[in-house]
């Protein structure tokens, strides 16, 4: 008897969870959702987050506020989401390489990927090789052969230990067999202001973060690290084009929420992300900033993280990447 008791109260609980669920998606959302950035202002993972931020808002109808919080390799930002409450209302502008890299970087992180729920992809940028105008190169080709000959002279920025173009670059290095100094930034935008300072000469990373200066003469773009050129730099040739076969490197960003938030609540967000995303505004912002909108649902950006996360370990491995 107690025993069918316990499995009536088990039925009665797991059903009232299902209307209880229903019923916030329903409403959801009916404040404004705070999405976390783990990069400063400036670059991709944040101009992402903006563009889809201000489209978005239209389509809820409340307000998405933006929340940059870079630092700690984008564990400042990981850890606050992880730990947020799983009502949808707190999101997370997750950055590839922090997201399928810093797990086989740092064994003791503060956070797991299993501690997020995938909502939706929402862009992708491949990475364009950017130097200072110092450096005496015209092209890929003459750029490496520099490069050779001067082992350890030239310095590359990061985004952060760990980060695309920290990683992306040990590739580049590894491919060409040259050396150049690693010097790690807390994010784009003061990366680009010593690389623009020819205090760091060299920058692989995505086109939001330099095109504007290339375009203006400031820097020197000598690759597109993709299948095809940048229609935001298309005298840009791709690596392949250049003479380095092989070399592609993808940045993307996607939308996570802390894990359990009710699944009711994921699809709706998501299919509202799609909408966001359909806008002809939110493609203008895009296509102008050099970013490119790509949309997956909650399981396909899933499977993007298992086979993302199994190509970076052993890339981080056979490039000899450890934690600062």
Do not use: C
């Not at 009665?12 to 783990?38: C, D, E, R, T």
């Not at 799983?86 to 003791?108: C, E, F, I, Q």
């Not at 200072?132 to 000959?149: E, G, T």
């Amino acid at each position: 008897m107690k025993q069918q008791l316990s499995v009536r109260v088990s039925i009665v609980g797991a059903a009232l969870s299902l209307v209880a669920s229903f019923a916030l998606a329903q409403n959801y959302p009916n404040k404004p959702i705070s999405l976390i950035v783990p990069n400063p202002p400036g670059g991709f993972v944040d101009a992402s987050a903006r563009i889809l931020s201000d489209s978005l808002s239209k389509i809820i109808g409340q307000t998405v506020v933006v929340d940059n919080r870079g630092g700690g390799s984008g564990n400042v930002a990981y850890q606050a989401v992880a730990r947020a409450n799983p009502d949808g209302y707190t999101l997370l502008s997750s950055y590839s390489a922090y997201h399928v890299g810093n797990p086989n970087l740092t064994p003791k992180l503060p956070w797991a990927q299993k501690d997020f729920t995938a909502v939706a992809l929402i862009t992708v940028a491949t990475n364009v090789i950017a130097v200072h105008p110092s450096v005496p190169a015209n092209n890929l080709s003459d750029f490496i052969k520099y490069v050779k000959v001067n082992p350890g002279k030239l310095s590359y920025a990061s985004q952060g230990n760990g980060s695309l173009s920290h990683i992306g670059t040990e590739m580049f290095k590894q491919q060409t067999k040259t050396s150049m100094v690693h010097i790690p930034y807390r994010g784009s935008g003061p990366a680009v202001q010593d690389v623009l300072a020819g205090q760091v000469q060299v920058f692989i990373t995505t086109p939001p973060s330099v095109m504007g200066h290339v375009q203006a003469g400031k820097l020197k773009a000598f690759a597109v690290a993709g299948k095809t050129r940048h229609p935001g730099l298309p005298t840009v040739p791709t690596a392949s084009e250049a003479g380095l076969k092989g070399f592609e490197l993808e940045a993307w960003v996607g939308i996570f929420a802390p894990a359990g938030t009710p699944q009711d609540v994921v699809t709706k967000l998501s299919g509202q992300i799609k909408t966001a995303l359909d806008l002809p505004e939110t493609k203008t912002r895009a296509g102008t900033a050099g970013i490119e909108l790509r949309y997956l649902v909650p399981a396909d950006l899933d499977a993007l993280v298992k086979s993302e996360t199994d190509f970076w370990a052993k890339t981080i491995k056979s490039s000899g990447i450890t934690a600062d």
